[in-house]
């Protein structure tokens, strides 16, 4: 008599031969034992490749739904439904093949039940491949009162091998007293996994709910995971934990879409457990939970377009390298720190989202790259910036440093107390602000702002630096052009540096030491020392609108002075003031442009080249309160102008003729007429205004 579930010939083709294989369908049918996967059919064995399709169904009643047993690889193609039955404790597989196998579902494939512990879906014992269209899903744990069991994995990969997810994959759930929920992918020896369906943990029993989901993945020793595509981003692993690394070996995880823990914020998305690990985040994804990374790396890519995340140093952490790939444009939201041990690097583009913070601190290490582009870093505390390529926007605080290599660009950066910007040969800074840190420049700084208790120092070229407050030094080899000093700051020319174009403003002073060039300063109300020594021949020193021009030295001072006038002043260090001793006098020179004053005291004597048209009685001489002589040009009582009377022309020129009634003299703009007549042999010259005119006069010589 023939076995009750004998497939009726109709439905069941049996001993077909494919390619010279023998294969087996079950259609139309529902099997409700054990199916053994051979290599002949001999019912309930049949034979490999098996295809059950969607009219057909294997239930068994006890023991695994199909078993490979020992005979080798085996090959089953599912449209139908396939679940295991019950062990003698636990619940059984849908599938399990002992040597190797291939799945490709499209149906659907359960663990069994009435056990203890859930049972998975899928069992491969020896690795192999699964291709899923359909649903793959681990049995319940069994409900014993105050113990509940454990949920079956939907699949159990105990050698290598690989799963393409299209559908859903998900573990069982824990039984209701505390049980844990399955895991959805158990990777036990490597292998890959690539997802673009759902791939979930069993939830845990809802008693009290205190028992944990199962995780999405576990990955025992390694692997490769890709979730989701970069056309595809409806991609979904989930858990306890979404994806758990495990070993030493390498893990790499590519997420274009969505990695979640079931408990949120509360819970774990990714956790790696070595330093070989990577997880690499494409634009558009997203991870809902924490992330331990296990000293690995973790990667910002740009397959999926701009990409934002947030808690880098609080919600993800433990990570060696933290890398923004080149092309990849990446906002981090929130604060986000990079500390002790990790290394940001920016090789692509890289800014803090509105109103957050990236701060890289305590021994944290960024790194822009010759084509990376940051903004906006912070860095402090023991932190350190290395730019190759173009940053702006960042503050760097106390104990943090900013490098500027050969190529770079630094925008922006505003560097506080305790903090310092260098900029190396080559490299270049842009409008920087020194708010009590340091700026050390071997190649370009422009537009540099320095505040008080902030120093700039220059060993390459500086253009356009505004000391608010601050000091600037320009050592040996450095170049300053074009520098500012308003009031509290201070321009330091050190031996073998030079300055061009500074302007030095009330409340201001620029010191130029020995050895050192100075060129085209303009003193505007502050104080310019040059000591002994310094190189300023031929050098222009101008006045606009008062200031102090110290010369330490006066006696070997080469430079010129233009502009000199009230309420301008020279004070000549090297020259003593006595009183009644010390001399001054001007003469001018042949082109009536210039002249050279001269201010004498004892064996000491000053020259001075001043450009511009002067007398001697312009000269007041007083002691500047250290030994030395000031010489200013004071203002007129009452706000008028200082005459010229005639001991001051010496020796006067002659008139061609006789000098009689009738002849003229020529008061010049500005003349003040008085009662003095000129004779023969005279001119007459004043400087005030005849009568109250200003055009050129001319009266009748007496």
Request: charge should be neutral.
């Given at each position: 008599?023939?076995?009750?579930?004998?497939?009726?010939?109709?439905?069941?083709?049996?001993?077909?031969?494919?390619?010279?294989?023998?294969?087996?369908?079950?259609?139309?049918?529902?099997?409700?034992?054990?199916?053994?996967?051979?290599?002949?059919?001999?019912?309930?064995?049949?034979?490999?490749?098996?295809?059950?399709?969607?009219?057909?169904?294997?239930?068994?009643?006890?023991?695994?739904?199909?078993?490979?047993?020992?005979?080798?690889?085996?090959?089953?193609?599912?449209?139908?439904?396939?679940?295991?039955?019950?062990?003698?404790?636990?619940?059984?597989?849908?599938?399990?093949?002992?040597?190797?196998?291939?799945?490709?579902?499209?149906?659907?494939?359960?663990?069994?039940?009435?056990?203890?512990?859930?049972?998975?879906?899928?069992?491969?014992?020896?690795?192999?491949?699964?291709?899923?269209?359909?649903?793959?899903?681990?049995?319940?744990?069994?409900?014993?009162?105050?113990?509940?069991?454990?949920?079956?994995?939907?699949?159990?990969?105990?050698?290598?091998?690989?799963?393409?997810?299209?559908?859903?994959?998900?573990?069982?759930?824990?039984?209701?007293?505390?049980?844990?929920?399955?895991?959805?992918?158990?990777?036990?020896?490597?292998?890959?996994?690539a997802n673009i369906g759902i791939i979930a943990?069993?939830?845990?029993?809802?008693?009290?709910?205190?028992?944990?989901?199962?995780?999405?993945?576990?990955?025992?020793?390694?692997?490769?995971?890709?979730?989701?595509?970069?056309?595809?981003?409806?991609?979904?692993?989930?858990?306890?934990?979404?994806?758990?690394?495990?070993?030493?070996?390498?893990?790499?995880?590519?997420?274009?879409?969505?990695?979640?823990?079931?408990?949120?914020?509360?819970?774990?998305?990714?956790?790696?457990?070595?330093?070989?690990?990577?997880?690499?985040?494409?634009?558009?994804?997203?991870?809902?939970?924490?992330?331990?990374?296990?000293?690995?790396?973790?990667?910002?890519?740009?397959?999926?377009?701009?990409?934002?995340?947030?808690?880098?140093?609080?919600?993800?952490?433990?990570?060696?390298?933290?890398s923004v790939l080149a092309g990849a444009d990446?906002?981090?939201?929130?604060?986000?720190?990079?500390?002790?041990?990790?290394?940001?690097?920016?090789?692509?583009?890289?800014?803090?989202?509105?109103?957050?913070?990236?701060?890289?601190?305590?021994?944290?290490?960024?790194?822009?790259?010759?084509?990376?582009?940051?903004?906006?870093?912070?860095?402090?505390?023991?932190?350190?910036?290395?730019?190759?390529?173009?940053?702006?926007?960042?503050?760097?605080?106390?104990?943090?440093?900013?490098?500027?290599?050969?190529?770079?660009?630094?925008?922006?950066?505003?560097?506080?107390?305790?903090?310092?910007?260098?900029?190396?040969?080559?490299?270049?800074?842009?409008?920087?602000?020194?708010?009590?840190?340091?700026?050390?420049?071997?190649?370009?700084?422009?537009?540099?702002?320095?505040?008080?208790?902030?120093?700039?120092?220059?060993?390459?070229?500086?253009?356009?630096?505004?000391?608010?407050?601050?000091?600037?030094?320009?050592?040996?080899?450095?170049?300053?052009?074009?520098?500012?000093?308003?009031?509290?700051?201070?321009?330091?020319?050190?031996?073998?540096?030079?300055?061009?174009?500074?302007?030095?403003?009330?409340?201001?002073?620029?010191?130029?030491?020995?050895?050192?060039?100075?060129?085209?300063?303009?003193?505007?109300?502050?104080?310019?020392?040059?000591?002994?020594?310094?190189?300023?021949?031929?050098?222009?020193?101008?006045?606009?609108?008062?200031?102090?021009?110290?010369?330490?030295?006066?006696?070997?001072?080469?430079?010129?002075?233009?502009?000199?006038?009230?309420?301008?002043?020279?004070?000549?260090?090297?020259?003593?003031?006595?009183?009644?001793?010390?001399?001054?006098?001007?003469?001018?020179?042949?082109?009536?442009?210039?002249?050279?004053?001269?201010?004498?005291?004892?064996?000491?004597?000053?020259?001075?080249?001043?450009?511009?048209?002067?007398?001697?009685?312009?000269?007041?001489?007083?002691?500047?309160?250290?030994?030395?002589?000031?010489?200013?040009?004071?203002?007129?009582?009452?706000?008028?102008?200082?005459?010229?009377?005639?001991?001051?022309?010496?020796?006067?020129?002659?008139?061609?003729?006789?000098?009689?009634?009738?002849?003229?003299?020529?008061?010049?703009?500005?003349?003040?007429?008085?009662?003095?007549?000129?004779?023969?042999?005279?001119?007459?010259?004043?400087?005030?205004?005849?009568?109250?005119?200003?055009?050129?006069?001319?009266?009748?010589?007496?």
């Open positions: 008599m023939a076995h009750a579930n004998v497939p009726d010939p109709a439905q069941t083709e049996q001993a077909k031969t494919i390619g010279g294989l023998a294969m087996s369908m079950i259609n139309g049918k529902t099997i409700t034992q054990t199916v053994t996967l051979g290599a002949v059919n001999s019912y309930p064995t049949f034979a490999s490749p098996l295809t059950i399709t969607s009219t057909g169904a294997i239930y068994a009643g006890r023991g695994n739904g199909i078993d490979g047993g020992v005979t080798g690889h085996g090959s089953i193609d599912n449209a139908g439904k396939i679940g295991g039955g019950y062990g003698s404790y636990n619940g059984a597989a849908g599938i399990l093949l002992s040597v190797g196998g291939s799945i490709t579902n499209s149906g659907a494939i359960t663990g069994g039940g009435d056990g203890y512990a859930g049972a998975a879906g899928i069992v491969l014992l020896a690795g192999g491949g699964i291709a899923n269209s359909g649903a793959i899903t681990g049995s319940p744990g069994g409900d014993v009162v105050g113990n509940g069991g454990p949920g079956g994995g939907g699949i159990v990969l105990s050698g290598s091998g690989s799963v393409v997810n299209l559908g859903e994959i998900q573990g069982g759930a824990g039984g209701y007293y505390f049980g844990a929920g399955g895991t959805g992918i158990v990777l036990a020896t490597g292998g890959s996994i943990g069993g939830l845990g029993g809802s008693y009290a709910d205190s028992a944990p989901d199962g995780a999405g993945l576990v990955l025992s020793a390694g692997g490769v995971v890709t979730n989701g595509s970069a056309g595809d981003t409806t991609a979904l692993i989930t858990g306890g934990i979404g994806i758990q690394a495990l070993g030493t070996r390498v893990t790499t995880v590519t997420n274009f879409a969505t990695i979640a823990s079931t408990n949120r914020t509360g819970g774990t998305a990714v956790s790696f457990s070595n330093a070989k690990s990577v997880l690499v985040i494409e634009g558009g994804s997203r991870l809902v939970g924490k992330v331990v990374g296990g000293g690995g790396t973790l990667d910002l890519a740009g397959g999926g377009g701009p990409g934002t995340l947030s808690g880098l140093g609080s919600e993800v952490t433990g990570f060696a390298q933290v990446w906002t981090l939201g929130g604060n986000n720190t990079i500390g002790s041990g990790t290394t940001l690097t920016a090789a692509g583009r890289l800014a803090p989202g509105s109103g957050g913070l990236i701060a890289v601190v305590s021994g944290g290490v960024a790194i822009v790259p010759a084509d990376g582009v940051a903004t906006g870093i912070t860095v402090t505390a023991a932190g350190s910036e290395t730019v190759f390529g173009r940053t702006s926007g960042g503050t760097v605080s106390s104990g943090g440093r900013q490098i500027v290599r050969a190529g770079a660009v630094a925008i922006g950066a505003s560097v506080k107390l305790g903090g310092d910007q260098t900029v190396s040969s080559g490299g270049t800074a842009r409008a920087t602000v020194v708010s009590g840190g340091a700026e050390y420049v071997r190649g370009t700084a422009s537009g540099t702002i320095v505040y008080g208790g902030g120093t700039q120092n220059v060993h390459g070229t500086t253009r356009g630096t505004a000391l608010n407050g601050g000091t600037e030094y320009v050592s040996s080899g450095g170049t300053a052009s074009g520098t500012t000093v308003n009031s509290g700051g201070r321009e330091v020319v050190s031996s073998g540096g030079a300055a061009k174009g500074t302007i030095v403003d009330s409340g201001g002073k620029e010191i130029v030491y020995a050895g050192d060039t100075t060129n085209a300063t303009t003193i505007s109300g502050g104080l310019v020392e040059v000591m002994s020594g310094a190189y300023v021949s031929g050098r222009l020193f101008t006045f606009s609108g008062g200031g102090t021009l110290q010369l330490d030295r006066s006696v070997y001072f080469k430079g010129q002075i233009a502009g000199f006038g009230p309420p301008d002043q020279l004070d000549l260090r090297d020259i003593a003031f006595v009183s009644g001793t010390t001399t001054v006098s001007f003469a001018e020179a042949a082109s009536h442009t210039s002249g050279t004053l001269t201010v004498a005291s004892g064996a000491h004597t000053s020259k001075l080249t001043l450009l511009g048209s002067y007398v001697t009685s312009q000269f007041t001489l007083t002691s500047d309160g250290h030994g030395g002589t000031l010489v200013t040009d004071p203002p007129v009582a009452g706000g008028g102008t200082a005459q010229t009377t005639f001991a001051d022309i010496a020796p006067a020129r002659s008139l061609s003729g006789a000098v009689s009634p009738g002849n003229r003299a020529t008061f010049l703009p500005g003349a003040i007429a008085t009662n003095e007549q000129s004779h023969a042999g005279q001119i007459l010259l004043a400087t005030g205004p005849p009568e109250g005119r200003m055009a050129p006069t001319t009266i009748p010589c007496s």
